[in-house]
């Protein structure tokens, strides 16, 4: 693998995209978090696209998230993020 393009599994579909062009969800005291920066530490999830996050968000998939509660506001905050690129 090119180490240059660091890549991240979508956690969906496992396919691997430079990891700017996913959005990454983390955990901040218990809840699932937007991590922008793509910074703060842990264990973070990797999402690729808007399709990613419906499939998600219909199998409940995003639920299984280690240790997270996530909101359907956050959702579809996730989901706003993907429409406005
Ligand atoms: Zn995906």
Redesign the pocket.
């Known amino acids: 693998m090119n180490d240059k393009v660091n890549v991240r599994m979508?956690?969906?579909?496992?396919?691997y995209?430079p990891k700017e062009k996913m959005l990454r969800i983390t955990k901040n005291n218990g809840e699932a978090f937007l991590d922008k920066s793509l910074k703060s530490g842990g264990r973070g999830s990797y999402?690729?696209?808007a399709?990613?996050l419906k499939k998600a968000r219909k199998t409940k998939r995003i639920n299984s998230l280690p240790g997270c509660s996530v909101s359907e506001e956050f959702l579809d905050k996730l989901e706003s993020e993907f429409e406005n690129g």
């Open positions: 979508c956690f969906v579909c496992r396919n995209l999402l690729c696209s399709e990613c």
